[in-house]
């Protein structure tokens, strides 16, 4: 330091990179009335003082103002071992000259929530309040963080972190979880007012991974991340080695001095230290740092349980890979105290995340997840999950000048070969472009279509250009199949532009007859291609003759003596079903009388014909011809003719009435039949005493004989007279008294009628037939027979 006056100094000092600089300022001690005369006062030293000069070298003052360079020793690298389980790290000394081994601060806390702190210390505390995770003890660099815990289990006494807030200068940064059980929904607010992903302000860097929250300070590479339920504080040794304090402890490596209160007195059990660290808040005025010595929490109050197979996995093989860098013990403790003191199964995984944090940290990356049903994690839209992945992954916008930060975590990222289009968007694209204005992504030069504008990704400015669509001329423009009209319709290629195509409107088709001849029947269908409807004629399934159509089975008429029917065989010419034809046979037998004949031309067969009468007597026919006569053998008397009128034949029968013929009157031996079979003849005896009949009606006391009754009587000459029956005059049949005869009846027989009388009644009457007569000497009377009787009255 030299006066160079004004009570100015210039102070010239060695810097970090072994240049000399000067400063000008106020001369801050004044020169002391009697400085000892140093030896080499160029160099302010004293004999056999050293002093370091630049570039690592060592100087003694001789005298006189000379100097000794002597060679500058490091002392031998000493490997230590950090007891925080983190692998030691070379560091510069003060002069920049000499490295030696450290061991970097990390800090963490998780679940309901368990501490691991700077020098890898565990314990488990519970508190509502925001209490310091670390303050600096001699403010440097004006970093301090809190962590706001709130009860996170309704059902149990236990505290999740909520929040965590790291000031920085003049900065507040509050990384805060909304949603303490559950999906995470996460808040960055800074000093006061949230703000939105990824943030550079003030030196600081906040972003974050979807599951995590990560703030760095570049300046000082101080990482804090704060996911789901955990956070962790990661601080170098050389910026903040043996300079923290609070429930993160004093990072020295030495886990022993970690529990120490506010005041400096140290304290056996961590948890009890912890109450000791709230911060006062007006909202929350329980939260005062204990008054008196608090007793000791008895640990391990809780009943015994059987934790989660989940927490086993943290032993398993599956995380092996970490098991040498970073000892899964404490993690493995915290997820048993979860597993039995929360009622959220969730918020084991903390454990395993927080360990899973510390193994990508160390450079272990383990995909675990995806081993728990728990714990499974899930990315939106295009992005996967990843156990280890660049806290800030790569976009299109990257400047390759920026130096990115190294944090890995776990989160959900593009998938390999792809990159975030830009930090503020969540899009993974696999070339870098534009972004279009509806926020797709398109490659550069990459052309395409937009609100009917021609737009393309400019290569230069990045910036997407639109003009509006050309539209090519119409290429039809007129319709030549009929039905067909000319439709403007919009471009189904090309939305915007309408194009005129040619398309079918049927009511347009000509009129058109789609009917068929007989026996077809017509399909009208619309061939492809075409518009208007066609027909076809398709054979019905009936026969057709002349134009007529006849049913399967129906009978066609047809000339030439054809017996035609429709059968159900298909003609294979047309379609149609096919007409069989038979020669009709004619029925020539005729019944006895009738005469087959063929009458007409136009007629195939002919008709029976009568010829002759039929005569059926008892069953046994006769014919007869026309005018002929005949009589059955048996009865002769009954003659049967014949008679033809126009075309019938009338058969008529008539009776012989044979005249009275008394066998008693015929000389024997002359009895014969008539030449016509019927009648009997005989030679008569002599004119003598004999039978004589006459036929009259009978009165009788009113009453009459139906018919009239054939009487005999006797008659004829005996030798001197005849005589008539006295019998027969005997009774009052004759009005007048018989003539007297001698001709009378040898024999005679009663016969009985009935006489029909006017009142209805029957009378039998009897009288006396005269079966022969002789003649006999007696008296005899006068005949009164053959004479006119009176007639009946009508
Ligand atoms: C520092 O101050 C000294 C004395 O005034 C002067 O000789 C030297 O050039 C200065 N160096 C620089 C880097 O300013
Ligand atoms: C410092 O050391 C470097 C190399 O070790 C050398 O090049 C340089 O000249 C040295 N400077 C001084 C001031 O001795
Ligand atoms: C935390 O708050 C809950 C209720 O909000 C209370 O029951 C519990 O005792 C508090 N815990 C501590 C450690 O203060
Ligand atoms: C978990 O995911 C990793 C990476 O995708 C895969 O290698 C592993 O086989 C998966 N394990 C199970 C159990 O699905
Ligand atoms: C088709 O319609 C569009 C809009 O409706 C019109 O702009 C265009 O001129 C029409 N095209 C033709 C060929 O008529
Ligand atoms: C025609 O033929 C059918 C069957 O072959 C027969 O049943 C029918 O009686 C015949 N008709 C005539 C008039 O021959
Ligand atoms: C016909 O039959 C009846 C009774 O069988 C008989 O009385 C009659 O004499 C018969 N006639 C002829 C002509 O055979
Ligand atoms: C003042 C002082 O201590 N000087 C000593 C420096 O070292 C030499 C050699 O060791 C001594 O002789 C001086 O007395
Ligand atoms: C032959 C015969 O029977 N003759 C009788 C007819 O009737 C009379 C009167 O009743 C009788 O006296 C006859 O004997
Ligand atoms: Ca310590």
């Known amino acids: 330091m030299t006066h ?139 970093l301090n963080i809190y962590i706001d815990n709130v009860n996170c289990d309704p059902g149990e006494d236990v505290s999740c972190p909520r929040s965590i807030v790291v000031a920085y200068g003049t900065l507040v940064v509050t ?44 300046s000082l590479e101080v990482v804090v991340t704060f996911g789901v339920t955990g956070f962790s504080i990661s601080l170098p040794f050389k910026h903040f080695g043996k300079n923290t304090q609070g429930q993160c402890g004093t990072c020295n490596n030495n886990p022993a001095d970690d529990c120490m209160l506010p005041s400096g007195q140290l304290v056996e059990s961590c948890a009890l230290m912890g109450d000791h660290w709230p911060i006062p808040d007006i909202h929350r005025p329980e939260c005062i740092p204990p008054s008196g010595p608090k007793p000791p929490v008895p640990e391990a109050t809780y009943e015994p349980c059987t934790p989660d197979s989940l927490c086993d996995l943290l032993n398993s093989r599956l995380f092996a890979d970490c098991h040498p860098l970073i000892p899964p013990d404490n993690f493995y403790k915290g997820c048993v105290f979860d597993s039995c003191h929360m009622s959220n199964p969730t918020v084991e995984c903390t ?160 009129e058109k007859d789609h009917s068929c001849g007989a026996g077809f029947t017509p399909v009208v269908s619309v061939p492809p291609e075409k518009c208007c409807p ?74 029976c014909v009568q010829t002759h009468c039929i005569i059926d007597i008892n069953g046994t026919m006769h014919l007869l011809q026309h005018g002929d006569t005949w009589s059955p053998a048996e009865n002769k008397c009954e003659v049967y003719s014949c008679v033809r009128i126009k075309d019938t034949f009338v058969s008529t029968i008539s009776s012989i009435q044979c005249p009275p013929f008394h066998e008693a009157n015929c000389q024997p031996g002359t009895i014969q039949t008539a030449a016509d079979g019927c009648c009997k003849v005989c ?48 009774k009052e049949i004759f009005s007048r008294d018989s003539s007297c005869t001698c001709c009378q009846e040898l024999r005679t027989s009663n016969r009985t009628i009935s006489l029909q009388c006017l009142n209805g009644d029957v009378l039998p009457y009897t009288y006396l037939h005269v079966e022969d007569c002789h003649c006999k000497v007696s008296d005899c009377f006068p005949v009164a027979a053959g004479l006119p009787l009176p007639l009946p009255p009508e």
């Open 175 to 218: 990384l805060k979880n909304h949603n303490v059980i559950g999906a995470p929904k996460m808040e960055v607010i800074v000093d006061g007012t949230p703000a939105r992903l990824p943030l550079v302000h003030g030196g600081v860097k906040v972003l974050s991974s979807g599951l995590t929250m990560i703030l760095e300070i570049p």
């Open 683 to 730: 030679v008569e005896k002599a004119r003598a005493c004999k039978v004589e009949s006459m036929h009259r009606h009978i009165f009788y006391q009113g009453c009459q004989s139906a018919e009239k009754v054939e009487m005999t009587y006797c008659e004829g000459a005996c030798n001197t007279f005849s005589r008539y029956s006295k019998e027969m005059f005997s």
């Open 4 to 142: 160079i006056g004004a009570g100015l100094c210039l102070t010239m000092i060695c810097s970090d990179v072994c240049e000399l600089q000067n400063t000008t300022g106020p001369c801050l001690n004044p020169p002391t009335p009697t400085p000892p005369v140093p030896d080499c006062p160029e160099w302010d030293k004293m004999q056999n003082e050293t002093f370091l000069l630049c570039n690592c070298t060592l100087a003694r003052c001789i005298e006189d103002n000379i100097i000794e360079i002597i060679p500058y020793e490091c002392p031998p690298l000493e490997e230590i071992e950090c007891a925080n389980g983190k692998k030691p790290v070379l560091v510069f000394d003060e002069d920049y000259c000499c490295q030696h081994y450290v061991c970097d601060c990390f800090c963490e806390g998780w679940g309901d929530p368990h501490y691991i702190t700077f020098d890898g210390h565990f314990y488990s505390f519970q508190g509502n309040c925001t209490y310091v995770l670390m303050e600096e003890k001699t403010p440097k660099h004006n």
């Open 351 to 510: 454990s395993l995340q927080s360990y899973s944090a510390a193994c990508a940290q160390a450079g272990i990356c383990i995909y675990w997840r995806n081993y728990t049903t728990k714990c499974a994690a899930d990315c939106s839209g295009d992005k996967v999950y990843k156990p280890c992945g660049p806290a800030e992954p790569p976009t299109c916008q990257d400047n390759p000048e920026d130096s990115s930060t190294i944090v890995v975590t776990e989160g959900c990222f593009c998938p390999d070969g792809m990159k975030l289009f830009s930090k503020e968007t969540d899009i993974c694209v696999e070339k870098c472009g534009c972004l279009d204005p509806e926020g797709v992504p398109r490659e550069f030069d990459e052309e395409f279509q937009y609100k009917c504008q021609d737009c393309v990704c400019d290569r230069v400015s990045g910036l997407v250009r639109c003009r509006p669509s050309v539209c090519p001329p119409p290429t039809v423009t007129s319709c030549s199949v009929p039905g067909f009209i000319l439709v403007n319709e919009s471009n189904p290629v090309n939305p915007c532009c309408s194009s005129l195509v040619c398309r079918c409107d049927s009511s347009t088709c000509p």
């Open 534 to 607: 066609e027909h076809t004629c398709e054979p019905k399934k009936v026969c057709l003759h002349k134009q007529v159509e006849y049913q399967p089975h129906a009978t066609v008429v047809m000339a030439g003596c054809q017996n035609c029917t429709c059968t159900t065989e298909e003609d294979p010419s047309t379609g149609l079903y096919q007409i069989k034809c038979l020669p009709i046979l004619c029925n020539q037998d005729c019944d006895p009388g009738y005469k087959y004949m063929e009458l007409s031309m136009y007629d195939c067969c002919g008709k």
